[in-house]
């Protein structure tokens, strides 16, 4: 099955409470519309959006569940209560938090891997935030390692919308390299330049969500862009004709 994921794009099918897109119906139809476009595998969010992603598409899934719990910054997956909603539910690669962050009620990532694998042969995804995560992460047995959290937790500075190629580099090196796994870019991909840089680079494969499947945050993009070529023009500046403004 992971195989079948080797080049490919995952597309990160999730939508949060709030979300215009939020519940199983919308997520499932955003997942036949990424394997319409030749997505490899699909990444959801909770049990009820990986069964009827299950229904929708033939595609493998990588389940996560997102849980905050009070005192613990770690929210993907971050007990066996969650892991095992996503092994109960279908999917075919469970992912979680495999950063060096405290977990709630006292769990520690080694417990878990070990709790995981008694329970089920599923393979496994480490979300990390450093090169160093990435290597404890191989060690401890994960199947796969993803740059999940990199720019999001740890002292690495925040990305906007471009990866960081050199850690992407460095993490193949030392994860794949040394220990022989994959590792799977995820996390500030906006091009499908990028994307592909990614898999030059070495990666195994490139996981997308925001770019692809939030189209708020899509149409922010674009309206914050044409705002700053508002600001450059400066106030009064910059006449158009109108055959100009009609493109």
């Known amino acids: ?5 080797a080049g490919g ?22 997942a036949k519309a990424a394997y319409q476009g030749g ?6 969010n909770g049990a009820a959006d990986i069964r009827a992603i299950r229904q929708a598409v033939p595609l493998p899934i ?18 066996l209560a969650e892991a095992l909603e996503v092994l109960d ?11 060096a962050r405290p977990r709630p009620g006292g769990w520690t990532l080694e417990r878990l891997v070990e709790e995981m694998r008694a329970r089920s042969a599923v393979p496994l995804m480490a979300d990390v935030s450093s090169v160093e995560e990435g290597v404890r992460a191989a060690r401890l047995g994960f199947d796969v390692v993803a740059t999940t959290l990199v720019g999001y937790a740890g002292d690495h500075e925040p990305l906007g919308y471009r990866p960081d190629f ?39 494969a490139v996981v997308v969500g925001t770019a692809i ?13 044409m705002g700053r070529r508002r600001t450059d023009q ?11 403004v009609r493109r």
Not at 68 to 78: A, E, K, M, Q, R
Not at 173 to 183: I, L, Q, S, Y
Request: with cysteine.
């Open 1 to 5: 099955m992971l195989e079948s994921l």
């Open 213 to 225: 499947t939030r189209p708020q945050l899509i149409t922010r993009r674009f309206v914050e862009a």
């Open 89 to 99: 539910a279908g999917a075919d690669v469970a992912a979680c938090d495999a950063t």
């Open 39 to 44: 997505a490899r595998g699909i990444r959801a």
């Open 9 to 30: 794009l995952i597309v990160s099918c999730q939508a949060g409470e709030g979300d215009p897109l939020h519940g199983p119906h919308f997520m499932a139809e955003m």
């Open 234 to 244: 400066g106030e009064g500046g910059g006449h158009e004709d109108s055959a100009t």
């Open 166 to 204: 050199a850690l992407i580099e460095r993490m193949v090196a030392e994860v794949t390299g040394r220990f022989g796994v994959p590792v799977i870019v995820e996390g500030h991909i906006w091009e499908p330049d990028q994307a592909r840089r990614c898999l030059e680079l070495g990666a195994f």
């Open 62 to 79: 990588v389940g996560i569940v997102k849980r905050h719990y009070p005192g613990s910054p770690v929210y993907i997956t971050p007990t």
